[in-house]
């Protein structure tokens, strides 16, 4: 938002190259909290925010995607690019905080240079000071200013040293704004590019001469002997003594072995996913027991009749159904979160790119479709790091297919259906097994897509993979943690009000019209009588009769009207589902007990007409099937039309993927019957 | 000539220049290959491609059709 006073502030943007702890600066001076992540294109967005009234700075942060050079490749690098000449609303930065990552100076100051040429008020902070320490290595910020020309600061991103040097050179960059004239701003001229990039390469290396320094001057001779004894770099060579960091080194020799690598590779993806629902289990069972005593405490102690009907169908079974999934999507975030920190993500892609290639899509496409099993949303426009249009749209089409945290209830319950109580362990296979299955559909999908792309995606352009390998760090806890923390609550906060609104028009839909059951109650305890009461009154509701409209629909795949509703009520938000099942099936049991778990209304649950049981492990299944194929998400839909700038793809999506899941659960359901498992 | 896509593991190649016909020239260039910086092929992926080399101190996930242009000493 934009009021009139902010228009006279200072807008200060942050641009450096990938990976060089822009966003964590950000974070820092504006107190945010968005993502950083050890992956080069982890910000594909720019976002603003005012700089933290503590530092006493009143202007606007911006905070940009990486962009290696300022001729832009990639969509995120444009965003970046625009930002810095022809932002809509902000206009010209009045001063540009360049970060640099000091242990990799030799290829990070190309930017800052064009920056400079270009004309533009820079001040140069260089980061990850504390890991060129640890190699004894030390920048000169003074010989560096001087030979830049343009102030240099080093700010530690993690320990914050450095910040009070940082504000200072803000404010008085501020103080000195009238100096600075913006018109001066020259487009970088992209003509004789490579002869340009090549000069200015040669000018860094022989600024580079001049400004590292050792740490410990009498450390000297100590590193040059290490370098030698490691061969990474043979003296003659060296130019700058500068070899990667040994550790990354010796963790690649096995990460990224020949044969091993690989292996490992699935390992660490299929550990990643079968851990969310092993770790989760022990939580989730509290959660649930926790709602299912509040649920018959409010059934104990209340009148009944509808208001009690609504506060424990309604109500608690509702949000308590979708509750009991916030370890999982916790854990899931959690994992997600470390793996991205610690810098193998960038190992994965490179490894997975060539079988990606062979369907079209690209090594750049991994991270995408990784943050995919988070949601759907940022993943669709984490694609925008993919220079090649094609691929891109490509990635984006296939995204929906990755099972993302809204589908984890709705896999959790029908897996903890399915399997045995005594063998939870399944439990984990079983969504391994799914997450498997989804990539594999994903990719048969998109390689049936690439066959008719010149159909579907008009460009044509060459394909490329050049990805910076960051060193490995230990992730940082707590930005995991707090990123974790947030991620949930947003799940919640997001997920949690329209669970509740459904659950509400859903309770009045099969509450309602209310009518007075005619039936023989004689005998009956009140409890049974309760239950009659209700699953007659369910049968002549306003739900039922939207339910038996589609339940020619639904009865080729075994399920009947109640699950249709569910489904249908679906589309508002993945999670609904699991609610929405709690709400009818609670309703239509005959068991005694009101606090009964959803599990067990639904073990007894039965097909009306015909008195068969309804959650069979057919039918089961066939649902779990569904729930990976549909597309029933209306934010994926409205982002995917946006990023792809046209409504061609999302409507793709939406007929392809919801018919697919049609006939998918057809074949399974009526496939496994066939095969005699009913 | 050869290229820094027939590097051998843990060879170290001296750049002589880059084929500025090949349409990924530039973001090469732009990633620090340049004329009399030396490159060592650190890791092939099981497929043979990608394959990762250390430029300026960095290690750089890179295509064997891109590395092509890369011509070395
Ligand atoms: N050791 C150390 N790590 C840092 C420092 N600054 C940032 N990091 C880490 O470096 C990684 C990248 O940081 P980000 O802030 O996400 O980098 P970015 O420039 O926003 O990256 P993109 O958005 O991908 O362009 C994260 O793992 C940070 O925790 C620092 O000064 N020292
Ligand atoms: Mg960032």
């Known amino acids: 938002m934009k009021t009139n006073v902010d228009v006279q502030i200072p807008l200060i943007t942050l641009v450096g190259p990938p990976n060089s702890g822009k966003t964590t600066l950000f974070n820092i001076l504006s107190g945010k909290n968005y993502k950083t992540v050890n992956y080069p294109g982890s910000t594909v967005e720019y976002y603003t925010s005012r700089i933290l009234s503590r530092y006493n700075i009143n202007a606007e942060l911006l905070d940009s995607p990486g962009i290696v050079s300022l001729i832009p490749e990639s969509p995120d690098e444009k965003v970046a690019v625009d930002s810095l000449y022809s932002h809509p609303k902000l206009g010209v930065p009045d001063i540009l905080l360049t970060t640099v990552d000091s242990c990799q100076l030799s290829r990070h100051l190309l930017l800052p240079k064009q920056l400079i040429s270009a004309g533009f008020n820079v001040v140069v902070v260089l980061t990850m000071t504390d890991i060129l320490a640890k190699r004894g290595k030390k920048v000169s910020e003074s010989k560096l200013s001087k030979e830049l020309n343009c102030d240099v600061v080093i700010v530690n991103g993690r320990s914050k040293k450095g910040l009070e040097n940082l504000l200072e050179i803000i404010n008085s960059k501020i103080d000195r704004l009238n100096e600075f004239d913006k018109n001066k701003i020259t487009a970088y001229n992209s003509g004789e590019n490579n002869k340009t990039s090549l000069g200015i390469f040669y000018e860094i290396e022989e600024i580079l001469k001049k400004v590292y320094e050792p740490l410990n001057p009498d450390k000297k001779i100590d590193l040059v002997s290490a370098n030698k004894e490691l061969k990474v770099l043979k003296e003659e060579f060296s130019n700058d003594g500068f070899s990667p960091d040994e550790l990354t080194l010796k963790i690649d020799r096995i990460l990224l072995h020949r044969f091993w690598g690989f292996v490992i590779f699935l390992l660490v993806m299929g550990l990643t996913f079968t851990s ?170 998109a390689f049936v897509i690439n066959k008719f792309r010149k159909k579907i995606f008009t460009a044509e352009e060459s394909s490329s993979f050049i990805l910076e390998l960051p060193t490995y760090k230990l992730p940082k806890l707590s930005s995991v943690i707090s990123h974790t923390y947030n991620s949930s609550k947003q799940y919640i906060f997001r997920a949690g009000p329209i669970i509740l609104g459904f659950s509400l028009v859903l309770w009045f839909l099969t509450y309602f019209p209310h009518i007075s059951p005619q039936i023989e109650t004689n005998g009956m305890s009140l409890g049974q009588k309760q239950n009659v009461e209700r699953s007659e009154r369910l049968e002549k509701s306003y739900a039922a009769d939207l339910g038996k409209f589609i339940e020619p629909i639904m009865h080729p795949i075994g399920m009947d009207w109640r699950i249709g509703v569910s489904l249908i009520s679906a589309f508002a ?79 793709l999506q939406v007929l392809i993927f919801t018919s697919l899941a049609y006939i998918m659960t057809f074949i399974t359901v009526n496939g496994l019957r066939f095969f005699g498992v009913q | 000539m050869r290229t820094a896509a027939e590097l051998n593991y843990g060879e170290i190649g001296i750049i002589s220049e880059i084929d500025s016909s090949h349409p990924s020239s530039k973001r090469i260039i732009e990633h620090g290959f340049t004329p009399g910086q030396t490159i060592e092929l650190i890791n092939k992926s099981i497929f043979n491609d990608p394959i990762a080399v250390s430029v300026r101190g960095t290690l750089i996930a890179i295509r064997k059709c891109e590395a092509g242009c890369i011509k070395l000493k």
Do not use: H
Request: contains cysteine.
């Open chain 1, 276 to 445: 969310i629902f092993w770790l989760a289990q022990p939580l989730m069972i509290l959660v649930d027991e926790l709602f299912t005593d509040l649920n018959s405490l409010v059934v104990q102690n209340f009148k009944p009749g509808w208001f009690t009907y609504l506060v424990s169908d309604g109500i608690i079974s509702g949000t308590g159904s979708v509750l009991v999934f916030v370890p999982q999507i916790f854990i899931l975030f959690l994992v997600l979160g470390l793996l991205e920190d610690s810098g193998y993500l960038a190992r994965g892609a490179m490894l997975i790119d060539k079988p990606l290639s062979k369907i079209g899509l690209n090594g750049r496409s991994f991270v995408p479709m990784i943050s995919g099993y988070a949601c759907a949303i940022p993943a669709i426009i984490a694609a925008r790091t993919i220079p090649n249009r094609k691929e891109r749209l490509l990635t984006i089409f296939i995204i929906p297919l990755m099972s993302c945290s809204a589908r984890l209830p709705v896999y959790a319950l029908l897996i903890a259906y399915l399997i045995p109580k005594d063998k939870s362990w399944l439990g984990g296979i079983i969504l391994g097994g799914i997450y498997l299955f989804s990539i594999l559909t994903s990719v048969v999908v």
């Open chain 1, 573 to 651: 938000a993945r999670e609904v589902f699991v609610s929405s099942l709690a709400l009818t099936f609670k309703v239509t049991t005959d068991d005694d007990q009101s606090q009964n778990t959803l599990l067990n209304s639904l073990r007894e649950a039965k097909i009306q007409s015909t008195g068969e049981k309804l959650f069979t492990t057919a039918t089961t299944a066939g649902l779990i099937v569904f729930f990976i194929f549909a597309l029933q998400c209306l934010s994926t839909v409205a982002v995917s039309r946006k990023e792809t700038g046209g409504w061609k793809i999302p409507i």
